[in-house]
């Protein structure tokens, strides 16, 4: 253990001194429940026992977090859920059909029906007892989820890294194998970014996209826009479900030139062109195109650094008229309910990944006013886990 420097001692108040106090009822607290003499008594008294056995269980679910996410990897990567909507099977019937021993099998199976992927079901017939696994709550939702299945086995690159998460912390940002696959977080020239680097990431944000789609076209009409302009867009996903949904808006993506030729030819097939358009570039460096009466940026801003949040919403600003709407939509810190997904799963995300950070509406609503924006306001929507929708309005001409 390190020791601590000593802090400077602080001039007693009466509110440091309730201070002092409450850190020192803190303690004693801490103090009881690291004894494992007060473990053993809370978890069998009566009243303490609820609460020692939820923390229990909470303490042991981090502990074992890796292996319940490599037990729904292995569900994903055998298309279980998919074989099980189908009908439900017996190990007998699935064991040869994802070649493995019928032991092992069986061993995954009860893995993910203790995890509700699965549901254990007996029947009883002529020929005895048999068992019967049919998805569970949490499997259900998996099905044909190109959106969440991508993501779990996307995981295998963040996992890898968070194998040793100390030398992770100590290595100098940008070293580990998500900065090579997110090409554009430490790259001082990410319109320079060929197409084999931007692939990867572009199929992956263009399949999870629906996860937040929606989300944000519920949350905000558009009918009173005339022209979008989704910076970092991507290959048009939100695009076109913003095209689909409001058929006279017209439409532009800017993102980097290999990403905005995918969203080109996406446009084109499906019969967008004439209303929507791709411009490649930087947006930190490049002009923005002008025109839109309202600017979307869907799950970019945690990606980057202040001083570059600062550049693209300083720009964003100046692209739009008095009046236009700024839209910014991603997963937040501290979001009620959900804050293990903003610092917990994003901040060591966007850490390895070597640039930006997971922010709470607080820290978003400030840099929108120090860019020029004013009425930050955060939109009520149905699942903030995935993704909360700040909008905020240009006061006067930029
Ligand atoms: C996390 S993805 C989000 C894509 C899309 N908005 C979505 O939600 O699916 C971030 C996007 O920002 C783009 N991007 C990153 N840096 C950029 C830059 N300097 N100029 C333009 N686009 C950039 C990336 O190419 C990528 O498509």
């Not at 040869?96 to 199976?109: G, H, K, S, T, V």
């Not at 080109?264 to 209303?275: K, V």
């Not at 306001?377 to 006067?396: F, G, H, K, M």
Request: charged residues 20%; positive net charge; glycine residues 6%.
């Amino acid at each position: 253990m390190h020791a601590l420097p000593a802090s400077p001692p602080e001039a007693v108040t009466p509110a440091n001194l309730l201070d002092r106090s409450l850190d020192r009822l803190r303690a004693w607290r801490d103090r009881q429940i690291a004894s494992p003499a007060f473990r053993r008594w809370a978890a069998t008294f009566p009243l303490t026992r609820p609460l020692a056995r939820r923390r229990a269980r909470e303490l042991f679910d981090i502990v074992a977090g890796f292996s319940y996410s490599q037990v729904l990897l292995a569900c994903v990567r055998l298309q279980l859920f998919e074989r099980l909507a189908q009908g439900p099977a017996t190990v007998e019937t699935l064991a040869p059909l994802f070649q493995l021993p019928p032991d092992a099998c069986l061993r995954l199976l009860d893995a993910a029906v203790a995890l509700r992927l699965l549901s254990r079901r007996e029947q009883r017939g002529a020929a005895g007892r048999r068992v019967l696994y049919a998805l569970g709550p949490l499997g259900a939702p998996m099905v044909g989820n190109t959106a969440l299945t991508s993501m779990v086995e996307h995981h295998a690159v963040l996992y890898a890294d968070l194998a040793d998460p100390l030398a992770l912390l100590r290595a100098p940002l940008g070293s580990a194998a998500m900065a090579r696959y997110w090409a554009y977080a430490r790259s001082d020239q990410p319109q320079a970014l060929a197409d084999t680097q931007v692939a990867d990431y572009s199929a992956l944000m263009a399949a999870s996209q629906p996860l937040v789609a929606d989300e944000i076209l519920n949350a905000y009409p558009l009918a009173q826009h005339a022209c979008l302009l989704d910076l970092g867009g991507g290959e048009a996903m939100f695009a076109s479900a913003v095209a689909q949904r409001w058929p006279h808006l017209r439409l532009v993506v800017f993102d980097l030139p290999e990403v905005a030729k995918r969203a080109s030819a996406r446009l084109e097939r499906l019969g967008l062109a004439h209303r929507a358009s791709a411009v490649g570039g930087d947006f930190t460096r490049d002009a923005l195109p002008l025109g839109a009466d309202i600017i979307s940026l869907v799950r970019v801003v945690h990606d980057h650094d202040d001083d570059r949040v600062m550049t693209l919403l300083r720009a964003a600003r100046q692209a739009l008229p008095a009046h236009g709407v700024l839209l910014l939509a991603e997963p937040m810190a501290g979001t009620a309910g959900a804050q293990r997904m903003g610092d917990a799963y994003f901040g060591m995300y966007l850490w390895a990944m070597g640039s930006g950070r997971p922010r709470r509406v607080a820290d978003l609503a400030a840099m929108l006013k120090a860019a020029g924006f004013t009425q930050p306001s955060l939109l009520r929507n149905a699942t903030p886990l995935q993704t909360q929708v700040l909008i905020a309005r240009v006061a006067s001409a930029g």
